[in-house]
């Protein structure tokens, strides 16, 4: 399959996983060749955003962090998030279900960087703009998980919140290492 054909069948798929219906796990490649696929748009979308100049939001500082150090942060938060995502499937036992799900996670994800991106390049200052995008990302997992692990809504929410609580550790695990760099605010 032609990469951006990929593309597009995963952002249909997405939209789909949003849309809550059940038939949204056919517009994903869940082969090998599809994880490598979407391994590589989070890449993608990770390195971009991290590159991509945020608007100047009145009494914020400019920059939070340079772009390599938001690499390191996006990247680490992700492994980890992917991690606590195997460890909990194993204990659920849904562990085959493993490799459909970080497919259709980490389109998700791209397209959340996508959104963000576009946010920063339109620079939109108001700080709705991201907090929606965060919610809608977190009914993309919820709905995700759903649809493509068939999880019940309580094992759905102990998802969520070990990936979230996961990320805010590592996030800030992460940030504790990082060198402090002249005129960088840290978080």
């Known amino acids: 399959m032609n990469y951006i054909l990929e593309v597009g069948a995963a952002l249909r798929g997405c939209l789909a996983v949003l849309l809550g219906r059940r038939d949204a796990v056919e ?15 989070i890449v993608i979308g990770n390195a971009l955003l991290a590159v991509t100049p945020s608007p100047h939001v009145e009494g914020q500082p400019d920059i939070f962090l340079t772009p390599s150090q938001a690499v390191v942060v996006n990247f680490g938060v992700t492994a980890i998030s992917i991690a606590v995502i195997y460890y909990y499937l194993m204990v659920v036992g849904r562990k085959s279900h ?7 996670y980490n389109w998700g994800s791209f397209f959340n960087s996508v959104i963000l991106i576009g946010i920063d390049l339109a620079a939109i200052t108001t700080l709705l703009a991201p907090a929606f995008v965060a919610i809608l990302t977190i009914y993309f997992f919820i709905r ?34 990082l060198p402090r760099v002249e005129g960088v605010v840290p978080i």
């Open 27 to 41: 517009h994903f490649n869940l082969t090998l060749h599809g994880l490598v696929g979407s391994l590589i748009a």
């Open 98 to 104: 493993f490799v459909p799900f970080i497919v259709v």
């Open 144 to 177: 995700a998980a759903r649809i493509v692990i068939g999880l019940p809504p309580m094992l759905v929410a102990g998802m969520i919140i070990a990936q979230l609580a996961s990320g805010f550790v590592t996030l800030m695990i992460i940030m504790s290492f």
